[in-house]
Structure formats: structure tokens, C-alpha cells
């Protein structure tokens, strides 16, 4: 067993609830504020002159976000490996061996109970939750799209970026 694998098994219950809860908010946390410092970014290169005004919103959303993720990655798996001075481990990411073929026989099972709590948790938030429109529509920032490159590049951060980054 490895170093790691062996800290991360000699966490105390209180220690383990700990990191659960800061985890999130260490990455939620940093999300923020990298979208707060690209808003400064674009402010300053707003009032510098660049016209920011006259790229293309598609492209403009794709870069933007792209660059959000990408910063956001860097500083929330970053700054605990400049701090921690050691490596993540496959162990304490909970991937330490192949899938067999009993996780392919639960994924159905999984997936199912998934389903199911996802539709109890939305009945319950949609009747006791009332001052929520559930009606509304999601703001992705690609709207007024016209072309076949627009559509790709929406797809390509929709699909592919947005879900590696979280």
C-alpha cells in the first residue's frame, strides 16, 4: 500500500466529513473567483480599447469559458499540489483498479436508483419550493446562433469542455 493509499485510510471520520464539505466549497470558491478575475480581464481590455464588442458572442462565450475552466482547474488542483508538495494518488481519487463486470452489471441499478431519487428530490423542491419558476428556460450564452461553426463550437463547450472541467 502506498504512502497515499495509507493517509488517506488513517483519516479520522471527523477529518474525512472535513474535507467532504471544504472540497466543494474549495472548488465552488475558485470558480468564482476566476470568473470574477476574467470579468476584470475583459473590463480592463474594454476600457483599454480592444474591441471585445465586435468578436463574434459565440466565439466570445467559447473563449471565455473555456479560459474560466481552464484557469479554474489550474488553481483548485494546483494550489494544493504546490501546498501539499506530493502528488494525488489514483487511490484517494477512488480509482485504483479496472472496472469488472459486475460494475457494468450495477450501472443499470445505479442509474436507476439515480432516476428515481432525482424524481422524488424535483416533486419535493417543486411542491414546497413555489417562489422558483421551474418553467425557465437555462441561460447557456449561445444564443442567436447562425452558423454550422457556432453550433460546433457551442456543442464543443457544452459537451466536451464543461463537463471535463467539472
Known sequence: MSSNSSKLHKRSLKQRILLCVLLPVWALGGFFLVQELVLLLI??????????????????????SAVVYTMTLLLVIGVPYLVRKQRTSKEELGVHRLPSWMDIVWVPVGVGAYLFLTLIVTSLAMSFLTFIDFEQAQETGFTGMSSGYEYILAFLMLVVIAPIAE
Open 43 to 64: 473590463s480592463a481590455l474594454f476600457s483599454l480599447g480592444v474591441p471585445i464588442d465586435q468578436v463574434n458572442g459565440s466565439l466570445l462565450q467559447l473563449i471565455g
